[in-house]
């Protein structure tokens, strides 16, 4: 039997995302995330325009999309109701944020040079994704959400996640990404069965 629901959010689980940007003073901002889906060779970011990483976004075009495994809970529980913003908007600091303009130090996380932007990657971040802004789209106008249209242009990974003898695809059985499941974190069990859908874009093997 289903039941009727009202929840206050519809966070069903997805990968928690790092993003870099540069503030304008030219020191690197750092913010999760999670309401992120990819498509093709881009990603659809959901986010507050309240948010640092928003106004640095739409002023350099550019950032980073770094993905923490499992390991990095810490590192993100650390930049929780953390914001680059000085002063704090009114309604974050209602829900108990404070500015923080040290956010990889704070962290324990460490910058590095990006190929093809100026924000920086996070080095313990095992896939790095630089990417570049094309489209900012409002969503539930009046609010002050939006969907931001990335293009990724370069793409890091580790090494060890790497497919043995296909250079170009991600072992998936390697691949720990960090889930937000609800408000909560998760990681990926296990695998459930092959899929018919790998061999059509890859070798699975
Ligand atoms: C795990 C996690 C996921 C989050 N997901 C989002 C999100 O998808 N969109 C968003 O706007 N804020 C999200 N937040 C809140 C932002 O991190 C928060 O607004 C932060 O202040 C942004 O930092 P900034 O103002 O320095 O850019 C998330 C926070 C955490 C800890």
Redesign the pocket.
């Known amino acids: 039997m289903h039941v009727v629901i009202e929840p206050k959010i519809l966070y069903f689980g997805s990968a928690?995302v790092l993003i870099s940007t540069l503030n304008e003073d030219g020191t690197p901002?750092l913010?999760?995330?999670?309401?992120a889906w990819w498509l093709n060779q881009s990603c659809m970011l959901?986010?507050?325009s309240k948010?640092?990483?928003v106004q640095n976004l739409q002023r350099e075009r550019e950032c980073v999309l770094n993905l923490p495994s499992t390991d990095f809970v810490h590192a993100?529980d650390q930049?929780?109701l953390?914001?680059?913003?000085d002063p704090v908007p009114e309604s974050?600091a209602k829900r108990g944020?404070q500015h923080e303009a040290d956010?990889f130090g704070i962290a324990g996380l460490t910058p590095m040079p990006s190929h093809h932007v100026r924000a920086p990657r996070v080095l313990e971040c095992p896939v790095q994704l630089e990417a570049t802004l094309m489209n900012v789209h409002a969503v539930e106008d009046p609010s002050s959400l939006v969907a931001l249209e990335v293009r990724i242009q370069k793409v890091h990974i580790e090494e060890h996640l790497q497919m043995d003898g296909h250079p170009n695809y991600v072992d998936p059985s390697k691949w720990k990404p960090m889930i937000?499941n609800f408000c909560e974190y998760f990681g990926l069990d296990h695998q459930l069965s092959s899929s018919r859908l790998a061999p059509v874009f890859g070798p699975t093997t």
């Open positions: 928690v901002n913010a999760p995330m999670s309401s959901g986010m507050s948010s640092q990483t993100i930049l929780t953390l914001t680059g913003r974050k944020y956010k937000m």
